[in-house]
C-alpha cells in the first residue's frame, strides 16, 4: 500500500517538474502552463522524503528551506504580519529544491544516463534553433519570436536597428538569463560530454558571445581560469583533439564578436565598470548601507515591486537579499553555495555543480538568480540534471 503510495506521489512530483521545466525553457510567459501549482503538494512530499532519505543533500536542501523560514521571521518581526501576497517571492526557496531532487530516489526506474543526455541535446538544439533564427531573422520572423519570448518592442528595436547593440535574449526575457542558461550547457558538455561533443560547446560559446552578458561572461572567463590552473597544478592537462577545435573555434569567436560588439568592448576599455547600470546597483548597496531607517541586520521584509515599494530597480541578487533580509538573510543565502560545495566534496563527483554555483554566484552581482522565477527554474533543472548522473553516489550512504 505504501509503496504505491508512494508511486503516485512520485508520478506527480515528476509531472510537476516537467511543467516547471518545459514553462520555463520553451513556452513563452504569456502562454505559460498555470496548472503547475496544483500539483506542488506532490514535489514537496517527494522532497520531505529524500530529506529522511539522502543525508549527503540534506544540509544544501535544508538550507533552502531556512531562507523561507527566515523570510517569514522577517515578514512577522520586522512587518508585524505575514503579507499574504508577498509569500510567493519566498515560496521559491521552497520550490527549488523540490524541483532539484525529482530524481534523486525514484520509485521507479528512470530513463537511462544516454537518454537524458539526448533529451538534453534537443533542449539545447531546439533553444539554439530558435536564437540563430531571432539572429538571422528571416522574413521578420526573428524580431517576432524574440518579442514573443521577451515583449520589450522598444529594446527589440534598438538592439535589431543599431549595428553592435544587439544582445540574444533567446527564450528568456533578458539577455543575462539567457547567458547564464547557455553557460550552463557550456560547463554541462565540458564536464559531462567533452570527449565527444565539442562541436555543441562550441555552438553554446557562439550564442553565449552574442548574448553579451558581461558579468556572466567575465565569470565564466574566471571559471574557466581557475579550473585549468588547478589541473595545470595538478598535472592533469591532456590537450585532445576536441578540446583543441573548442579552444580555437572559441578565441575566433570571441575576436569577431568583440570586434563588433560596444557592449563587451567596455570590458576592454573599462567603461563596463563605470557604467550606468553597475553604478545603480552601488548606489543602491550605498543606499542600504546609509538608510538609518533599514534594519540592517534582518532586512526590510519582502519586496515584490522595488520601483513601487523603494523607488528604484535593484538588478542585483546580493542587493536585493541584503535590503529584504538583511545581514542574516545574505549569510543564509551563501549557505547555500557552502552547500553545493560539501555536496561535491562528500560524492567526489565531476566538478559540474562547483563550477556552476560560482558561475551563479559571480552572476548574482548584477542579476537575478534564485529570486528570479524563470532562472531559479534553470539552475534547477540543471542540478536535478547533475545530481541524476551523480545519483548513485548521492543515494550511497
Known amino acids: 500500500m505504501f509503496e504505491k503510495i508512494r508511486n503516485y506521489i512520485y508520478i506527480g512530483a515528476v509531472v510537476y517538474a516537467l511543467v516547471c521545466f518545459l514553462d520555463a525553457l520553451f513556452i513563452?510567459?504569456?502562454?505559460?502552463?498555470?496548472?503547475?501549482?496544483y500539483l506542488f503538494p506532490f514535489g514537496f512530499l517527494h522532497l520531505i522524503f529524500v530529506l529522511f532519505k539522502v543525508k549527503r543533500l540534506?544540509?544544501?536542501?535544508?538550507?533552502?528551506?531556512?531562507?523561507?523560514?527566515?523570510?517569514?521571521?522577517v515578514e512577522l518581526i520586522y512587518k508585524g504580519n505575514m503579507r499574504i501576497a508577498y509569500l510567493y517571492q519566498l515560496f521559491y526557496f521552497i520550490k527549488w529544491p523540490v524541483l532539484m531532487v525529482v530524481f534523486i530516489k525514484p520509485s521507479f526506474k528512470l530513463p537511462s544516463k544516454d537518454t537524458i543526455h539526448r533529451i538534453v541535446d534537443s533542449i539545447f538544439l531546439i533553444s539554439a534553433l530558435l536564437s540563430v533564427i531571432m539572429i538571422i531573422n528571416p522574413f521578420n520572423l526573428g524580431y517576432?519570436?524574440?518579442?514573443?519570448?521577451?515583449?520589450?518592442?522598444?529594446?527589440?528595436?534598438?538592439?535589431?536597428?543599431?549595428?553592435?547593440?544587439?544582445?540574444?535574449?533567446?527564450?528568456?526575457?533578458?539577455?543575462n538569463d539567457n547567458a547564464l542558461f547557455l553557460g550552463a550547457f557550456i560547463l554541462y558538455y565540458l564536464f559531462h560530454r567533452s570527449k565527444k561533443?565539442?562541436?555543441?560547446?562550441?555552438?553554446?560559446?557562439?550564442?553565449?558571445?552574442?548574448?553579451?552578458?558581461?558579468?556572466?561572461?567575465?565569470?565564466?572567463?574566471?571559471?574557466?581560469?581557475?579550473?585549468?590552473?588547478?589541473?595545470?597544478?595538478?598535472?592533469?592537462?591532456?590537450?585532445?583533439?576536441?578540446?583543441?577545435?573548442?579552444?580555437?573555434?572559441?578565441?575566433?569567436?570571441g575576436i569577431i564578436v568583440m570586434s563588433i560588439s560596444k557592449n563587451l568592448q567596455s570590458i576592454l576599455t573599462g567603461k563596463a565598470f563605470q557604467s550606468n547600470s553597475i553604478?545603480?546597483?552601488?548606489?543602491?548597496?550605498?543606499?542600504?548601507?546609509?538608510?538609518?531607517?533599514?534594519?540592517?541586520?534582518?532586512?526590510?521584509?519582502?519586496?515584490?515591486?522595488?520601483?513601487?515599494?523603494?523607488g528604484v530597480y535593484i538588478d542585483s541578487e546580493i542587493v536585493s537579499i541584503l535590503i529584504q533580509f538583511?545581514?542574516?538573510?545574505?549569510?543564509?543565502?551563501?549557505?547555500?553555495?557552502?552547500?553545493?560545495?560539501?555536496?561535491?566534496?562528500?560524492?567526489?563527483?565531476?566538478?559540474?555543480?562547483?563550477?556552476?554555483f560560482l558561475l551563479i554566484f559571480i552572476s548574482s552581482l548584477t542579476n537575478y538568480t534564485f529570486l528570479g522565477g524563470q532562472s531559479g527554474v534553470v539552475i534547477s533543472f540543471f542540478v536535478s540534471l547533475h545530481f541524476y548522473l551523480n545519483r548513485e553516489k548521492l543515494e550511497s550512504q
Open 28 to 37: 513563452p510567459l504569456k502562454y505559460s502552463l498555470d496548472f503547475d501549482n
Open 58 to 73: 540534506r544540509f544544501f536542501l535544508l538550507f533552502f528551506i531556512l531562507i523561507f523560514l527566515w523570510g517569514i521571521f
Open 144 to 175: 517576432e519570436i524574440q518579442n514573443l519570448y521577451a515583449p520589450k518592442e522598444y529594446i527589440n528595436f534598438i538592439y535589431y536597428n543599431k549595428p553592435g547593440t544587439y544582445r540574444l535574449a533567446g527564450v528568456f526575457l533578458n539577455s
Open 197 to 253: 561533443y565539442w562541436y555543441f560547446i562550441t555552438l553554446a560559446i557562439l550564442l553565449f558571445f552574442i548574448a553579451q552578458s558581461r558579468t556572466v561572461l567575465l565569470g565564466l572567463m574566471l571559471i574557466t581560469i581557475i579550473y585549468f590552473v588547478h589541473r595545470i597544478i595538478k598535472n592533469k592537462i591532456v590537450l585532445s583533439k576536441g578540446f583543441k577545435k573548442i579552444l580555437a573555434f572559441s578565441l575566433f569567436i
Open 279 to 310: 553604478m545603480i546597483r552601488y548606489n543602491n548597496f550605498k543606499n542600504f548601507v546609509s538608510d538609518k531607517e533599514v534594519n540592517k541586520l534582518i532586512g526590510s521584509g519582502v519586496i515584490n515591486n522595488p520601483l513601487k515599494n523603494i
Open 326 to 356: 538583511g545581514i542574516f538573510g545574505l549569510f543564509f543565502w551563501l549557505l547555500l553555495f557552502i552547500g553545493a560545495f560539501s555536496v561535491f566534496i562528500s560524492t567526489k563527483s565531476n566538478k559540474f555543480l562547483l563550477m556552476y
